[in-house]
Structure formats: structure tokens, C-alpha cells
């Protein structure tokens, strides 16, 4: 088995715990209450942050994504699968949900500062959907918001000194006002996935 894969496999035990407590979140928000109100949030993710939207140069907050919900995915451009296929699959989910989208946020979250300048999300990202927000910072803002959503990114030194990305693989869901309700899987059921978009569009606008 290869070093990158053993790597891989850890990632996924290192946020083995993360997603249970996910798992149970998610199960209530979606489910909801007997009178139809959201369950509030479980688990302390999210948080302030500061970083650069690509498509528009400009310095963003997490105020700037409060009053929709936002689908956030972190990854990297130089991603070789995970990234290009998730993105794929927001992209599906954006034409699927049709004006409805217009209520949500999306975007994508660098873990990798030191290649994903502003300029390389906004020209990679715009290859799937212009509402697909392409954020990335700093060093220090990055690690910021990676320890604030609890989000597992770890680089990887390949041979002939070039390196990769090991990285959570989850959508982190955040309500209207910017609380954490739950993630969609990697490769998750399309049924499932959109139910859980509609929820949140749903439960915005009530």
C-alpha cells in the first residue's frame, strides 16, 4: 500500500469522531422538531474568518455569507479527484435546485495558500459555476478557519519534492445565521444531498 494512501486512510480515521457527532446533528436538523423547528446545533463549528473571494478580489467575513445558508468545501485546485468531483457534483445540485440556489451560498475553501492564489481559484472554480464562491487567504487565515470548522487538511510530500493535499472531504452545512447543521458525504446520495439543501432553504425562509 502506498505512503499517500496510508495518509488517506488516516485522514478519514483522524475525522471518524468529527463525523459521528455530524451524523447526529444532521439526523436532528433534518428531521426536525415536532413542531417543525431546527434543533439547534450540537457541535461548536464555524466561526470568524477572513479571507479573499477570487471571483471579485475583495476581502470577505463571515458576516458577508449571513442571512442564506452556505455549503462550504475545502480543497485544493491542484486536487487530482476529490475536488474536481465534488465540485462537479455542487454544480449538479445548483442547476437541480434552479432559482432556489439564489437562496444559498456556495464555496469553495483553499487548504493550500501557498498555490491557490486568489487569481487560480477564481480562473479554476469558474469552470463548474460562477455562484461557487472561491475563497482563499493567507497562511494564518487559512489555518484559521481550518481549526475553526475542524476541517482535517494536511500536506504531503511526493517524490521529487512536489507535495499534495490530505483533506476533509465533507460539505459543512451552516444555517442563515451562520450555524453549523450538518455536512453532505463525499459522493453522498443525490436524493439525500438535495433533501438536505431544500432543509436548509426550507428553514431559511420560515
Wanted: proline share 5%.
Amino acid at each position: 500500500m502506498s505512503g499517500l494512501k496510508l495518509v488517506r486512510y488516516g485522514a478519514w480515521a483522524a475525522v471518524a469522531a468529527l463525523l459521528g457527532v455530524v451524523a447526529y446533528v444532521s439526523l436532528d436538523y433534518y428531521r426536525g422538531g415536532k413542531d417543525g423547528s431546527v434543533i439547534a446545533p450540537l457541535a461548536s463549528i464555524g466561526g470568524p474568518f477572513t479571507l479573499t473571494d477570487g471571483s471579485t478580489g475583495k476581502i470577505v467575513t463571515e458576516a458577508d455569507f449571513k442571512g442564506k445558508p452556505t455549503a462550504y468545501f475545502f480543497g485544493f485546485t491542484f486536487c487530482p479527484d476529490v475536488c474536481p468531483t465534488t465540485l462537479a457534483e455542487v454544480q449538479s445540485w445548483i442547476e437541480t435546485l434552479g432559482p432556489d440556489a439564489d437562496k444559498m451560498n456556495f464555496a469553495f475553501v483553499s487548504v493550500d495558500p501557498e498555490r491557490d492564489t486568489p487569481e487560480v481559484m477564481r480562473d479554476y472554480v469558474a469552470a463548474f459555476d460562477k455562484r461557487i464562491r472561491p475563497l482563499s487567504g493567507t497562511r494564518e487565515q487559512t489555518d484559521a478557519i481550518i481549526k475553526a470548522y475542524r476541517v482535517y487538511a494536511r500536506r504531503v510530500e511526493l517524490d521529487g519534492g512536489d507535495y499534495t493535499m490530505d483533506h476533509s472531504a465533507a460539505i459543512f452545512l451552516m444555517d442563515s445565521d451562520n450555524r453549523f447543521v450538518g455536512t453532505i458525504a463525499y459522493e453522498e446520495d443525490p436524493k439525500n444531498a438535495m433533501a438536505k439543501l431544500r432543509r436548509l432553504i426550507d428553514n431559511a425562509a420560515s
